[in-house]
């Protein structure tokens, strides 16, 4: 068997090779470094969107860096509990959930979200395995708030089925449920459960994936997007009411992530493309980043 | 500090000892080994049989046995589509899954049955893990028949996951769902999928329960109870017909596992206390035996 | 093969599953603990007794509690010793040791009541092992007393031939010599070696087994039997003078493991059936217990 | 510290995230996996051509690709021989070695070429340790041709030190000399001896680099440029003396490489800036591929 | 500090030099091999032989020889027989052994024999352990004659405490017991135990000690000492009715050990001092040697 | 196959014995640590006590001591540089080194001295492998003085190639060239880097081979040998001017190693037959030994 070539002018192809260049310092960099991701609920609203996410997640898992994902399902819940006749409730931003709630959320966030999001990963391998905080009591929890019903505060990260599942190769995909420890089971901010998780694992970086390019100086005019900020900084613009309450739980789980020692979180835009290949591996600045 | 006693007539306490003596040799038998337990939905019907059940499975696992449970959740996934409106329909005793009951059916096993059987055994411990088998393409399907829509039939297991959990000390607990690895969700008979994974794992037991007292020659009238039988034999019983349809799977199950090499079967009653530590730990013999 | 049973009333056998319910937690919480008894040359004098002791040493064994034994063999040496026509004599509850006298001290505990022990436990599996003090050095000592002859006080306690065949799997039976590491061997108390190997190994228990059912407040009239005590009340007790000479030896044993680390300190009789196991795996309260 | 940036159009990067989705497939498949690479004396002659070599395996390492280098030095060994008085001559495309010649070769080798080709790629990192064949007898040798003095031919690869340092992260550099295992070396040719290096290490690849594009078809009038040929054409063409005498063992070590189970050999133009990391991890067709 | 020295002439000191040129391929070839010793009780009789033995003994040891020693102690239980008022008797060579006679033996091999050379090995550092072949059931024996009452006939040989403590650094010092495994103990022929030890343990060399200067090939006038033979020679030597009823069992260990798979056996003369440095370090023909 | 013997008389092979009785704990006590032993290139002018000391080093290695060899070569770059027409030129006894230098220098290191010493060892295994402090930047090296050009100071000391092949059972063999890191070479005097390598080896002793016996406290008349010296006796020698110029690199060499933990250091006559395994294994005092 010959296979003829013509003469070829490589010289075209050396920007392929300029971006490899760029890149793989950052591979060897975060290698074998645990990248927790949080994703909302929206992220499976768009087919083609959650197969270019699930790609992502899969390469990064390839060429070695620990991806966790984290996610909530906040639509798909209000989906189905007005499909069962109850009408969604919210206090303070935070979903009001009544036992009915609850199993409706467990159901929806398991059943739907989460195995949606391993399904699609696992076209591209067999990496990605679903757990729950109730699984191995990972997010051991607390009742937030009485009038709240069964949401719960984080009291406790256990981090041990995560990291065997890392070390085995395995993209773990969490749902922010968490248990009390006595047999019953909490909704959770996914956000906060994001920081906390990451935190737990001495995560190199938190990223979260939202809907707005980034973190603005002025929330409500989307004014003067920040691309990087410190932590203090960040406290600061936090406490002058910068922040519209829906971005408040990502702001304070990127607070308690880089508190607990992470490196660097980062606020992105989840519709765009490819956002992790481009914030993780290129020099392009990307959203906001946040760092200690 | 000083305490005082009465002389003791220890003769009295020499029957528990007794019990240990008989239990200690199957203790140090099955130190290591896996079980796999197939249970149905119907446990969570009795709150108190459900417990005991858990600390059953706890029990085991804390005396180091490797405990597999693998469940279904059939009354749970009618009660919900009749919820949602939904009549269920049956083809040859399997339940036919268009693609809204296959979502209905997915939300009950991960969201409802899987998580309310982990925290009940994580409330003697924080040992119980849910898996389903859609996680890192664990039960691998093709789909079963046309007919039935979303009902798939097990290609292939992958054990990793949960071997890796097994070696951590966890209790993976699965539900009976599987992928075709192109992003499509199965339904999957959870007898079947016992037989499977029982022989996938090389496990050591297979046991499950069941609401009879074991198999019975003539099944219809519960006469003849079967103590022990061979593979061989229970495969004629089977070809002439002895066992209803709602035993086929079951019986199947069994005959999937004997062959590709476990031990021993057994089809006991779920409603009976500790029976699994009875079956077990004691030389009572115990609903039914099968061995290859 | 076809065996036919008759439906059971399972509810009878409850009381076995209580038994193990109440075990198992014992069992975890021993398992690959290590667990020292001392036992006197008098367990060999009922053939009955001594194969109900070695059944239970193997039991424990094979549950994965790490058993060491130590005995002495009073009864066994003074007997050899007038059958070659030498007369026993004492000093304060010593065995007066001269050369010929070790001779016979070393092989009728290494010969006789050793070899014994290890073939009555060996009878339940293969797994006792018998060594001396001497060998590897376990036992460093030095000349106790002139007037005492050859009779060693421990200077160190060299565990890993001790350690090496628990990590086998092995119950090393321990002969109480000693060594000068100058070639020559000493005869040692047994109670106090037990003591000295349960504190160098970091035992979770000592059990001295004997011939009355634990402590008594008033040693001589055998009243005031003492169920739980603490060390300090222990050794006030002591130097009250409540015991009776022959008991100081165990009492020192005991003080000397709890002050090294022992978490629990036992004094039981020994000719009670199965008394480590009950001890063990049962809420019972069984002779003395001393905590620190 | 705040530091705000406009809001960009990623998706003009979007071209840089897929390459990286070309590229990551080929590193999951080559990571870990042995390339060895020979590289002739030339490369040393144009200094930015060099640093872009170095730079080049200084990635492939960085990236978890095991690189082997493997060069000769031929024009620095005839210019120190003139320096020194020497007049370099060639029997059938082979340097004649005597003694002189022979130390001169390896002086040049070592001192010159394999210096230099390790400080290169030390620039990039600490990962580069060079070696000869002479070093634990890495490459075992007689002599070739009675005429030639002291060249050898390869009698056996040892490829320990090698295996040694990849494991280690290292990256060997391999200079052809080769000994006779009792004190004598000896001078082989590069090309040869980056054949047998890759067939005994089980490489996945072996990468010659030359100064055409790749095989030709009518070699004197480089016309008919072979994009791929298997082995057996490949022959075919030898035997037909299609090659010119200088490509000869590069065909040779190619085949060598081959038949020894070497997945794939590349014969490209090392003139062109990062083909390694274009062959490697680009779907471009480069040069000539040879597979078996 | 300054301590001034005269110039030297070390070429007086170069036949050292050439002992270690001599003697290091031995270490290097013998270094992490098992090497067994028979070794009778007369050993013990000569305090000074008892003392360079067990030199010899810690000195391989120290080098990173695996020693095992096996031994046993005939004229001491003779000795105690007698003590005891019993007359020892024989049947072909072999002791009568009724049950007193047992104890006996037992009592002298393990309380004086391997005590006493435990104890001299363990003064040149702590290396030494006792065992017999009851420890463990490391001799598994059956009733090798009615006539002869408790000799046993080795069936299996469990290797594992004895590789355990060689594992760890440790000499093993092997006492001639052995064990029906139903609480029994029987005399075992020391020398058939070493061979049978040699052969499980895939033994580098068996060594038997012995007080001649090896085999004869005339026994009785001691005349045509043999230097080396073959395993083939030597069975029809013995045939032939060449050795004396004392050699036969020496014989017949290592014919076992040979057909086990050991590599060279050895006869030496227990009464030369270092026999054992000689015989393994030096290339001088010592005593007799045989090999398959 | 019979062969005889006849009877020897072993006595007078006890000498051997004892040899090896006073080696032995020599070598228990040497296995497994690092001795650095520095050689000049002198060593290779006298072909007979090269080969010598390559046995040497081979038998050193063939016991498990782990050897590493720094070597410089003196003589042999003078007579190259001016065989390429170059005069030799030194400042305060170093050698000053333009670029030319430089090439020589390595071409001469490497390509010679290192090469042949590795080929020697060779000849009695395959052990050795040949290092320069370039290869990993072993020695990473800042300039020393602008006057002498290319020769470096040690800054740094990367061990794990060396620690590697060690680890592996090699011999590295090190030239005494240093790296900026950044691309360019230096000259490093030996004697220097052994004892940089020394220390950072955390070796057990340092030994500078030399041609002369040992230290005098008169160098000039070679009067007043020392046998032993301590480190500050050494340092308030060296203060007052006792040592030659070219003696005070070696002085400065042992310094380093003793400061940095390494046990004792040594220097002896290379000269001498066997002068490392006598030094190693006799208690023969040769030449001057220095502790801290």
């Given at each position: ?33 645990i ?84 399904s ?13 905080g ?75 994936l ?13 004014q ?28 304070d ?40």
């Open positions: 068997m010959i296979r003829h070539g013509i003469p070829q002018d490589l010289t075209k192809y050396q920007n392929k090779a300029h971006v490899l260049v760029e890149a793989f310092p950052y591979l060897n960099r975060f290698r074998g470094r990248v927790v991701i949080k994703v909302g609920g929206e992220i499976l609203l768009d087919q083609q969107g959650a197969e270019n996410f699930a790609r992502n997640i899969a390469l990064l898992n390839s060429v070695g860096i620990k991806v966790v994902v984290c996610h909530g399902g906040g639509p798909q819940i209000s989906s189905l509990m007005r499909e069962l006749g109850k009408e969604p409730t919210f206090l303070e931003g935070q979903r009001i959930t009544c036992r009915d709630t609850l199993e409706i959320t467990s159901m929806v966030l398991l059943g739907q979200v989460n195995r949606k999001l391993v699609l990963v696992n076209k591209f391998g067999s990496q990605a395995v679903g757990l729950s109730v699984d191995g009591n990972i997010l051991q929890v607390r009742k937030l708030d009485e009038r709240l019903g069964y949401v719960g505060s984080v009291e406790l990260v256990r981090c041990e089925p995560i990291q065997m599942l890392l070390a085995g190769g395995y993209i773990p995909i969490l749902s922010s449920l968490g248990s009390d420890g006595k047999g019953e089971s909490y909704n959770v901010n996914a956000d906060i459960a994001a920081g906390e998780v990451a935190r737990s694992l001495h995560a190199e970086k938190l990223v979260v939202t809907n707005t390019e980034g973190l603005y100086e002025n929330f409500d005019q989307k003067g997007l920040i691309s990087e900020i410190d932590l203090s900084s960040l406290q600061t613009l936090k406490e002058q009411g910068a922040f519209s309450a829906g971005m408040i739980p990502k702001i789980s990127v607070i308690t992530a880089l508190q607990g020692g992470v490196s660097t979180a980062h606020i992105l835009d989840g519709r765009t493309d490819n956002v992790l290949l481009l914030e993780i591996f290129t020099q392009q600045g990307i959203g906001t980043m946040i760092f200690p």
